[in-house]
């Protein structure tokens, strides 16, 4: 039997870095074969807490949250560890303005934020790629370095 972990004591980051070796391990183990999932609820709770977004009662694809003025935003998230070109997700729908910006945020092994961005539906109308097999579009990691003029990086502002 193990040691009992008291995770209450632990802040999220620390959570965060327990997760992902387990979830190494696992995968060694041929358990399971994705690490991103925790990724993508860390990424929008550090997201909600530092601007103090009002979260979607029923948060779905379509946008994550609400800004003061009504705005939407979806946040996609991914941990970089070896390929550099992940997608950020397939986004659906795209025509029918779901959101009003999308926030990226990029983080490294140890979920030290590497990059972070708010880029605008319009911006991103323009740049992503439609996949048929996926029926969506597709936004890398790659996209985001041809869009750096375009969008509004807000890594220094996230309280991490």
Same mark, same amino acid.
Request: with cysteine.
């Given at each position: 039997?193990?040691?009992?972990?008291?995770?209450?004591?632990?802040?999220?980051?620390?959570?965060?870095?327990?997760?992902?070796?387990?979830?190494?391990?696992?995968?060694?183990?041929? @358990?399971?074969?994705?690490?991103?999932?925790? #990724?993508? $609820?860390?990424?929008?709770?550090?997201?909600?807490?530092?601007? $103090?977004?009002?979260?979607? +009662?029923?948060?779905?694809?379509?946008?994550?949250?609400?800004?003061? !003025?009504?705005?939407?935003?979806? @946040?996609?998230?991914?941990?970089?560890? $070896?390929?550099?070109?992940?997608?950020?997700? #397939? #986004?659906?729908?795209?025509? !029918?303005?779901?959101?009003?910006?999308?926030?990226? +945020?990029?983080?490294?092994?140890?979920?030290?934020?590497?990059?972070?961005?708010?880029?605008?539906?319009?911006?991103?109308?323009?740049?992503? !790629?439609?996949?048929?097999?996926?029926?969506?579009?597709?936004?890398?990691?790659?996209?985001?370095?041809?869009?750096?003029?375009? +969008?509004? !990086?807000?890594?220094?502002? #996230?309280?991490?």
């Amino acid at each position: 039997m193990c040691n009992k972990i008291n995770l209450s004591e632990l802040t999220e980051l620390e959570l965060m870095i327990l997760n992902r070796d387990i979830v190494k391990e696992l995968n060694k183990r041929n @358990v399971v074969k994705t690490r991103n999932k925790p #990724i993508a $609820g860390y990424a929008r709770w550090l997201i909600k807490n530092t601007f $103090g977004f009002k979260q979607t +009662v029923n948060p779905n694809e379509k946008y994550d949250f609400l800004d003061k !003025d009504n705005n939407k935003y979806l @946040v996609r998230s991914r941990q970089i560890i $070896g390929n550099k070109n992940l997608p950020f997700g #397939i #986004i659906r729908n795209l025509d !029918d303005r779901n959101f009003d910006y999308l926030i990226t +945020v990029v983080f490294d092994e140890d979920f030290n934020i590497m990059e972070s961005y708010k880029i605008s539906y319009e911006v991103l109308q323009n740049e992503v !790629d439609f996949n048929s097999y996926q029926k969506g579009f597709i936004l890398g990691v790659s996209h985001i370095s041809k869009l750096k003029s375009k +969008v509004e !990086d807000i890594k220094t502002l #996230i309280k991490h």
